[in-house]
């Protein structure tokens, strides 16, 4: 019997960690945007662990130098940039240039495993010592994200790395990736979280260095103290909860945020309920803070 169980919990971490960290791998062909942009390039760059890191770069100005502010839209779990299309002209009309990358093991990035937000924040930076190389001078630069994203983007903002962080908009973020991961077990797979998820986050870290107990956007925040935040989370959401964006919310202490709860949406699905509306949304978070 002891065996019996022990054989069950070594098959179902197994499965635990691959259907977390190594999900079949989503290309961009496979949710495609129709977007496209007159002037949009691709270009990738290498991170410090030498994994290729490929991004659009979108300019504001047809004839653009050097652009005045940059805006990077980071995408969801297991999603690709392309999908984040769809909230370039928001920033595009404000003057932004917008960088929307492809996160590790996504799209036409390479890696063997998704970054989960912490990895996929390190791997950025590469994207802003791409910026630095291109363009002189002090670049403002503003952070969106959606789910995975916008935890990617709070973790962002909150390095000691990045300097220039002029706002962050966080679209349906995680406060605490193992709290999250604790709900989704539950939820989907109908099992207390311990001891599998527990044996599956050792494994976590041991292969692939990433230590979810501690990936915290929560925490993060600490360090956002004087970066403008503005919380955007569906009512409906069921695969990550509102109240870990109200958490976030109540979280941010110091500097200016701002929180909108957007009715009858689902997961990250608040611009397709209302597009004009959350387009208002952001425009008067952007008037607020002059960005």
């Known amino acids: 019997m002891v065996a019996f169980i022990v054989f069950l919990l070594i098959t179902g971490e197994r499965i635990l960690v691959s259907s977390i960290i190594r999900p079949k791998k989503i290309t961009t062909d496979t949710i495609d945007s129709e977007i496209r942009f007159q002037n949009e390039n691709r270009f990738t760059v290498n991170t410090s662990s030498e994994i290729p890191l490929s991004f659009l770069y979108i300019p504001a100005k047809a004839d653009e130098r050097i652009p005045d502010k940059i805006v990077f839209l980071f995408h969801g779990y297991n999603r690709t940039g392309e999908s984040l299309k769809k909230y370039a002209s928001i920033f ?50 503003g952070l969106f994200g959606e789910s995975f994203g916008a935890a990617q983007a709070i973790l962002l903002a909150s390095s000691n790395n990045v300097q220039n962080i002029s706002f962050v908009i966080s679209d349906s973020s995680f406060s605490n990736l193992y709290s999250l991961l604790k709900e989704r077990v539950r939820a989907d797979y109908r099992i207390k979280a311990f001891p599998l998820l527990t044996v599956a986050a050792f494994s976590i870290k041991k292969k692939y260095g990433i230590d979810i107990k501690n990936v915290s956007p929560l925490k993060a925040l600490e360090k956002c103290a004087d970066i403008p935040v503005f919380f955007i989370h569906g009512e409906n959401d069921t695969f990550i909860l509102p109240q870990m964006s109200i958490d976030l919310y109540n979280a941010k202490n110091c500097g200016y945020k701002k929180f909108y709860l957007a ?28 960005a």
């Open 92 to 141: 595009l009309e404000e003057g932004f240039s917008v960088i929307i990358p492809d996160n590790r093991f996504c799209g036409h990035s390479g890696g063997d495993c998704l970054g989960l937000a912490a990895l996929d924040a390190d791997d950025s930076l590469a994207i802003f010592k791409w910026i630095k190389d291109c363009f002189p001078g002090d670049i403002p630069i």
């Open 263 to 290: 009715e009858g949406a689902s997961h990250c699905s608040a611009y397709d309920i209302d597009p004009e509306g959350y387009k208002k949304k952001i425009q008067e978070f952007l008037n607020k803070i002059n």
